[in-house]
Every structure is written in C-alpha cells, then in structure tokens.
C-alpha cells in the first residue's frame, strides 16, 4: 500500500464550525455569553444533570470542584498512579496530599482493596479516572465510601450534605460514555470533562463540568459559586453587567480566572450537533481494529460490553512480551512508515514533579508493567476507511518481528 501520512488526533473541524465561529465574531460578544449559556444547557440535558459549567480546561473544572467542597491542607485524596499529571496537580494547587494508588495487574484501573485500605479520617475526596473512555467500577467505588461513612468528618457544609467521601471523576476522556445505562457526568457527585484539541469533542481548549443533585444543596447555588470561583469572584459577569444602568458589581473572593469564551463555545456547539455520529465512528473504527489485531495476541481495551459503552476516546494497546525499548523501538518503525502513535501513560511517579513529591514508581510495579509495553494507536473521526487498513497492515506487519 502506497505510504500514507496519519496524524495521532487531529481536531475533525467541518465547515460548520467555522461558521458557528465566525457567527460568533460576527455578533460582537466574543467571552463568556450566550453561546456559552447554550453548550451548558445542552450538555446538562444530554447527560441528564440539572446544572454544567463550561470553562476553559478539564483541569479548571477539576480543581474548581475541590474548591466546591472546600478540600485544602490536612485533607488527603486518592487518585491513581496511572493518569495524566492533570488528575493529580489539582490536589496539589488546592494544598491538600496526594494519595496515589497503583493499578490493578494487567489493567487501567486502581486497585480498589488498596483505595479502601489507603482511607482514613483525613480522605475527602477520591479521583476515578476513565481512561480512554471507558468507565470505572463505579459500584465497587462507592460501596467503599459508603463502608467508610464511618471514618469520614466533614468540613463545610456540601461535604456534610454528601456525608461520606466525595468521588469527583476525572471524565476527560468520557463525553459520551455509558455506565449501566447512565452518562458519564451523572454518575459521581462530580464529573470534569476535557474539550482539548485531542479529545473527540473539541473547542480547542476547554472543559465542562457537572454534579449529581446533592440532598440539601441547590444546584443554582453550586452554580453561582462555580461562577464567581472561574471569574474573579466577581458578582456580575459581562453578559449582567450590559443590561442598562448595570455596572455595578462586587469582588466577593480573590479567586480565578478560567472561563470559557464564546469563540470556543461556537465550536463546541457545531461538535454538538456532529457529535452522535462521531460516536458511532468511532465505535466502528474499533471493531475493525479489534477483528483486526486480537488473532495476533495484541491486547486492547473493552470499549464495549453489557455494563458500559465507552467514548471510544483512546486505541490503547499491550504487546504482550516486549522491553519499553522495543516498544519505542516499535513506535519508530510506525513514524517511518507515517503513522504517529503514542503512549498513555507514561505512570506519574516516573515524572519529576512527583519524584520530587516522594513518589517512586518502584512502589507501583502493575502501573509500570501497563506502561512498559503500551502503545496508542491513532483513533479519530479524520480516518478515511483506506487510512484504517493502513494503520492495521503496517502495525501488524511490524508487531510480525516481535509477537
């Protein structure tokens, strides 16, 4: 087959996107506004939450979460070894103790005996992560925060309400995934998605961030609290402050500034629309992958099955038997034939920022062992049908040398 240039994820930007843009140009009111209003409302409706936030990255809409539910020094919360650093470096930024956990053996998941056993008087708050879209066990996860009620102590008053751990999931990868029926976004107390240029539903850069109705709580109020946290703390935004005579306003905390514009809302909203059947797609893309590279041993995530339907979000393979060398080695070889992949990934205790934490991926050896032989192959809308048989015959044709 005549070679071929296949990016890893290149952003799948149609002609109605730019039109949304330049609409949104067009009418004079480029920051937060009623573009943005909309994609919340939207995306509130589709995953069946009262409320979202948009803002201007999954990890704003992480660690406005924590803020929410008031977690700051003496506090400790669980998140895997196995993730990004953006799962992890918003325990960090609120002041409060990572406690990273190692992955079950031979998979993405934490280990869930050892989460339950890392639990004490300090632990708020436990960061799931569905990787590559695909759903944690969220039954297990809560049947050990309801165990634990016991140990838990309560510091504001959105933690006494939820009164047991909080589980805040790290859903970047999920927008769209199911889990026993129900979306990604209604299923933990909190759920932060990722719009980055790399994820199947993209505004360049932005997140959004939604939360299971909490008994006592007003979700308007967790709005508005999301709203002044993302906005200096300002009592109006611009959108308020235009109407007639309606300029004043109030600084009511010195807080932050990550929210979303309206500009990157307009691409959000023609990916909207686009997006059942870049879902689809993806799925098929994955089938034919998987009938493709199973008969060779290759080991691959389940996007799925009867509990859960993933995003589809990440290609991530095992080859089984090879040194990390050899899977670089690998990951050359595919560049020389124009096919980029990846590695997700790389465990973060194996980063410096997290060494310097006291972290040491030696007490993480299943995280290790995941990453040693993984390699990413491209998945996105963007894949003609002839780019698919391509990635498939160059990646078997190579795997041929060492599986």
Known sequence: MEKRTISFSPPDISEAEINEVAEALRSGWITTGPRTKKLEKEIAGWIGTDKCVCLNSQTACAEMALHILG????????????????SASVIDHVGAKIVMIDSQKNSLEMDYDAVEAAITERTKVI??????????DYDRIFEIVERKKSLFKPSNEIQKAIGRIAICADTAHAFG???????????????SFSFHAVKNLTTAEGGALTWRTINGIRNEDIYHQLQLLSLHGQSKDALAKTKLGA????????????????????????????????????????GRY???????????LDHYNAEHESS?????????????????EIIIKMAEQGVTCNVHYKPLPMHTAYKKLGFDIANYPNAY???SNEITLPLHTCLSDEDIEYVMEKYIGILKEYV
């Open 312 to 328: 589809g979000h990440l290609y991530i393979t095992r080859v089984p038997g090879i040194t990390p060398e050899q899977r670089n």
């Open 177 to 191: 995934t199911k889990w026993h029926g129900k979306m990604a976004g209604s299923i933990a107390d909190f759920s």
């Open 247 to 286: 300029w004043e306003y109030d600084i009511v905390g010195t807080w932050y500034k990550c929210n979303m514009t309206d500009v990157v809302a307009a691409i959000g909203l023609a990916q909207f629309e686009r997006y059942p059947g870049m879902l689809a797609r993806r799925k098929q893309i994955i």
């Open 369 to 371: 062992a995941f990453f």
């Open 71 to 86: 977690i700051g020094k003496d506090d400790e919360v669980i998140v895997p070894a196995y993730t990004y650093t953006a």
């Open 127 to 136: 960061i799931p992560v569905d990787l590559g879209g695909v759903p944690c």
């Open 290 to 300: 998987n009938a493709a590279f199973k008969p060779f041993g290759i080991e691959t």
